[in-house]
């Protein structure tokens, strides 16, 4: 049995990544764990960016005392997942004030929950009933009341 | 049963991107674009790392947008959470050993964060990777005493005058050399620490905005008000 090459155990992974973030995603239903998942299928992404520049042999694109090497990889993807990190990172502490917002005016953070807080919310502020169908799943549990306004 | 349709798609979406890993290249990267700014940058820009070159010169415009993106981002945060009252309670302060590792580590990660900045140009690093660990040295004393006033208002006037400093140096070498964001200056000898032109400075108004804005904004989640129910 040959070992795996480093190419396909370094995409796996990437792929396994990106897998595991949208797994997360569509099977959680807690916030704080799907702005968790999103983190992860950002790191598979730019894993997968970086793995897009790299060449066999080829040195990264430094110039060290005037010697330019032979062949230097793409930093091109270097370039994009370098900002695209520091993006990101902006974005969750963004995605995280609006959890807690949601927690604070809700004290929830069960999307069930939340879902049914909002909708009657929503039906409340339009003034018109609640949305109702013969074929709606059981919903567990109505979440508290809201508290005073809703924003400060 | 949602769950069962969620496992599905996902088994789905997993089992084309393995196959999809099957049919890939490893260490073989086309490079049209990357080959051509490999060979031509070292005399075009003059910066000993490339990939700074590339951010802050052939795709400079890019990097203002991802800016706007991070100025949009902190100040939707302190649009969300406000302020805190005035006299609201806060965590008391942390232990003696987080304490005192703080004010050893302030003066340390400000001089990495400073170092990696001005050195963005020469070596791995820059203002992006920089500025995270200058954030990380204005935030590490709020974890610590998390009473501390944080001084926003000092902030924002640093995030200011960087923002505004990035788009002067852009609207300089749009008026010298032709092209917004243009790098000026000449190119001085590479590998020195005053080479590339303009973009060492391009970079320090980078990494004191991400600095700036990531602290203000970490500091806003930090003092936000935990309302336990």
């Known amino acids: ?152 | 049963m949602r769950s069962y349709v969620s496992l599905l798609f996902v088994a789905g979406l997993a089992f084309l991107l393995f196959v999809i890993t099957g049919q890939l290249e490893f260490g073989a990267a086309p490079m049209r674009v990357g080959q051509a700014i490999n060979q031509t940058s070292p005399a075009e820009v003059g910066a000993a790392n490339i990939v700074t070159s590339v951010v802050l010169g052939y795709r400079a415009l890019d990097t203002l947008g991802e800016l706007a993106i991070l100025f949009t981002a902190a100040t939707a945060g302190g649009l969300m959470l406000g302020r805190p009252r005035a006299g609201a309670a806060h965590d008391p302060d942390a232990g003696f050993i987080l304490r005192t590792a703080s004010d050893l580590l302030f003066p340390l990660l400000l001089v990495v964060g400073l170092f990696i900045i001005v050195h963005g140009h020469l070596t791995p690093g820059g203002g992006f990777q920089g500025g995270v660990i200058l954030a990380a040295a204005f935030f590490l004393p709020l974890l610590a005493r998390p009473g501390t006033h944080f001084n926003h208002a000092v902030f924002s006037v640093f995030e200011g005058l960087a923002g505004a400093a990035f788009i002067v140096i852009g609207l300089l070498g749009l008026v010298y050399g032709g092209e917004f964001l243009a790098p000026l200056l000449g190119q001085g000898e590479m590998g020195s620490l005053l080479s590339a032109g303009t973009l060492p400075l391009l970079y320090i108004a980078v990494g004191l905005k991400v600095g700036t804005e990531l602290a203000g904004l970490m500091a806003h989640i930090a003092a936000y008000e935990a309302v336990d129910s």
Do not use: K, W
């Open chain 1, 1 to 152: 049995m040959t070992p795996p090459d480093l190419g396909a155990i370094l995409f796996s992974g990437a792929f396994g990544l990106v897998v595991i973030g949208i797994l997360g995603i569509v099977m959680s239903t807690h916030l704080v764990r799907i702005v968790l998942s999103i983190v992860l299928l950002e790191t598979g992404a730019n894993l997968l960016l970086m793995l897009s520049g790299y060449r066999a042999g080829a040195a990264a694109p430094i110039i060290i005392d005037g010697v330019i090497p032979a062949a230097m990889v793409d930093p091109v993807p270097q370039a994009l997942v370098l900002t695209a990190i520091v993006i990101g990172v902006a974005v969750q502490a963004f995605m995280m004030t609006l959890v807690l917002r949601l927690r604070s005016v809700y004290g929830t953070l069960d999307i069930r929950e939340l879902r049914t807080c909002l909708e009657r919310d929503i039906a409340q502020e339009a003034g018109i009933g609640l949305p109702t169908s013969d074929n709606l799943p059981e919903t567990p549990g109505v979440g508290p009341v809201r508290t005073q306004g809703g924003d400060a």
